[in-house]
Every structure is written in C-alpha cells, then in structure tokens.
C-alpha cells in the first residue's frame, strides 16, 4: 500500500495505557481465550491477527466489557476494569467498532455520529426542560465535536444521507467517527477494512494513521489484511486456537517459524473471503523467504 507506519512511539519503559493479564474465556466447554496476556503502550498501533477462531474478537469484547473473563486480569489506565460494565469502560475512554455494522440504517450520517456522544451527555429529559439554555448550549458543544469528525474523515456530502443508502466502505467510515465521537483513549477496531475494496481499505488505512498520529488515539486492531497489518502497525500479537503464539514488530513476526505454521496450518484461505490468498498469512510467508 505504500503506506509508512508512522514509526514516533513510546517509550519502552512507559507504563502501558491497557494491561491484560492471563485472561481465559470459555463458553461451557469450548475454550475461546486462554492465559492470554498483552500490553499497549500510549500512542501505538498494536495489530491482533490469528487464524479465524484464534480468539481475536473474544479478546477485544473482554477488553471492551461486552465478555467478562473467567480468570485474569485487565488494567486501563491505572483502573482495574476486569468485571467493569461496557458503559463503564467506555465512560473510561475505550471505544469499539464491530465486523458487522451497528449503524442505525433509519437516521442519516450526523445523527448516527451524535449517538457516539452519549456518554458525554449530562442533560437529562427534565434538565433540559428546566434548564433549556444549558442543554441547548451542550447540544452546540457536542454538534461542534461531530462536525469536527465530519470534516477530519470527509463526509461532508454525506452528512445529511441515511446510513442505510450508503455503500458499504462509507458505512464503515461512519461507524469509525461515532466510535470517535467518544474522544476514546483507546479504539478497538474489528476488521475495520472487512468487505472493503483496495481504493476503500487505502482510505481506511490513511484514516486509521490520521487518527493515531494526528489525534493521538491509541489503536488495537484485528485485521486479515497482512498488507493492511505490516504497514500501519507498530507491534503484532498472534493469537492460534486462544493461546497467544507471538508478539513483537511487523518484521518480527512476519518471520516467524510458529506464527508461519499456525497460518499455513489453517491453510491458505484463512480469511474465508480471499481465495487467491492475495492478502493471507500464505502471501506473506512467501514475502518472508523471498
């Protein structure tokens, strides 16, 4: 893609901004996460990749509150948030965009990025009634934050559409600036280029480093893009059957020997929607040899 990583990050020896320590999750007997442990420093573009079913996304609904672990521990910014509820945690500064699509088909494009302002609204029913002024004016507050995000990932001339006319990658990138709308901290994005074209998944990729580099939002992504991933990335965790098999830089991992197997084990389709396997775990062993 051509797309350098934006190679200013922090400090090793930062404290880390999420901590997740040996977290196991299970499903009656089916195990989707096992002592798995993992930590993201402020500023960081940190990639979760892994077969499909290594657990990815079960790890990223226990960080976002949506699973509660049977055992171990996560830390978000200096606060315990293991059993904490998802409204909590995004109260925190933690907010999530999901494979599927959670957009509001029904409202048009500034009113679906509004809802991701909620957690700020402090002006209930009966406030705003006896105190319309006030509410009004943190109406305008929140308006200004979303036109904002309208302008920084260019949906100017899709403001006033409904979610439901647009085409999917624009759906995607209407979801990524309600996720904003929070201010997060952290954002958590589950295959943010899913079901995208190449020209779709550039944009995206230019957005996911505008929001990193410009807005100082620390990102944890799971993606099936390996081009996608070795670009924007600054480290990778690998996950295989819920077990955490390596973690280090793009290059680290990409080379090896135990994250190559568990791919090439899964075959050489693992993301399901991509037969040439242009864009799997295969193509880019080959690139590791080459």
């Avoid at 409904?162 to 201010?183: D, F, N, Q, T």
């Avoid at 965790?237 to 390596?246: E, F, P, Q, W």
């Amino acid at each position: 893609m051509g797309m350098a990583s934006s190679g200013r990050r922090a400090g090793r020896d930062e404290q880390p901004l999420l901590d997740v320590s040996g977290v196991s999750k299970r499903f009656g007997g089916v195990t989707a996460v096992e002592d798995v442990s993992m930590s993201v420093r402020p500023g960081e573009i940190m990639a979760v990749i892994g077969p499909n079913g290594a657990g990815k996304t079960s790890l990223l609904n226990m960080i976002s509150g949506f699973y509660q672990p049977n055992t171990g521990a996560i830390i978000f910014d200096g606060r315990d948030v293991t059993h904490a509820r998802p409204s909590r945690i995004a109260a925190l500064g933690v907010a999530r965009t999901f494979q599927n699509i959670a957009l509001f088909a029904g409202l048009n494009v500034l009113d679906n990025i509004m809802l991701g302002r909620h957690v700020h609204m402090r002006s209930g029913v009966l406030s705003s009634v006896i105190y319309w002024g006030l509410a009004q004016k943190e109406e305008l507050a929140h308006r200004a934050v979303v036109e904002e995000l309208i302008d920084f990932l260019e949906l100017q001339d899709i403001r006033k559409q409904p979610a439901s006319a647009l085409p999917y990658g624009m759906r995607k990138r209407v979801e990524l600036a309600r996720a904003l709308a929070l201010e997060p901290k952290v954002l958590l994005l589950d295959e943010p280029m899913g079901g995208m074209n190449q020209a779709e998944k550039e944009d995206m990729a230019r957005f996911i480093l505008g929001v990193n580099k410009v807005r100082g939002t620390t990102v944890i992504l799971i993606e099936h893009d390996m081009a996608v991933v070795m670009d924007i990335s600054d480290r990778v965790t690998v996950l295989d059957r819920g077990r955490k098999i390596a973690e280090g830089s793009p290059a680290e991992v990409q080379r090896n020997p135990a994250v190559i197997s568990a791919y090439l084990g899964a075959g050489h389709n693992p993301d399901g929607d991509d037969p040439g396997g242009a864009h799997s775990f295969g193509a880019l062993a080959t690139a590791a040899r080459a």
